[in-house]
């Protein structure tokens, strides 16, 4: 009897686990998101002059969001990088302000989510000028496949 009473208290209690589960690791995307945001803000402040970090791994280039993030104890570019809650890479997209490729006028970063497919219902993406979000990033600027991206795992990438 026992058992019958705890096998019903834990196949009603499990659902609920494992919603608080999903819940906690789409905060926690949100919360690597926002500091990720910080870093890029702080640098735009100060060294960046106005400017954005580049769309870049290039660890070479002190104005490289891989370089600025890891100035600033970010594992960010090859193969030991940031990655989110469910092991795929983030994205840092940057909208340069035409014709100066390298001034950076806006940018996003983004997760592809719980089923590690970015451009899905489930992507958590956080821009300049926006709060973070889960949802499809479908409208959003840096989702229309013309702007640059490099994922925090590897080299640089682009939109195709």
Not at 2 to 9: C, G, K, P, S
Not at 72 to 87: I, K, Q, S, T
Not at 115 to 141: H, I, K, L, N
Request: charged letters at 20%.
């Amino acid at each position: 009897m026992v058992l019958l009473i705890l096998a019903a208290m834990t196949s009603a209690l499990v659902p609920k686990l494992l919603a608080y589960q999903k819940d906690a690791r789409v905060s926690r995307a949100c919360e690597e998101m926002a500091s990720f945001r910080l870093v890029a803000e702080v640098f735009a402040a100060g060294p960046g002059n106005g400017r954005y970090p580049r769309c870049s791994n290039d660890l070479s280039d002190p104005h490289s969001v891989a370089s600025v993030l890891r100035e600033r104890g970010v594992a960010w570019g090859g193969p030991g990088g940031a990655r989110d809650p469910w092991g795929s890479p983030y994205r840092y997209f940057t909208a340069p302000l035409a014709p100066v490729p390298y001034y950076p006028l806006s940018y996003a970063f983004q997760s592809a989510g719980p089923d590690g497919e970015f451009g899905t219902e489930d992507d958590v993406w956080y821009t300049d000028w926006e709060p973070p979000r889960q949802g499809s990033p479908e409208g959003q600027w840096f989702a229309s496949g013309m702007y640059p991206y490099v994922e925090s795992v590897g080299t640089a990438g682009e939109a195709e």
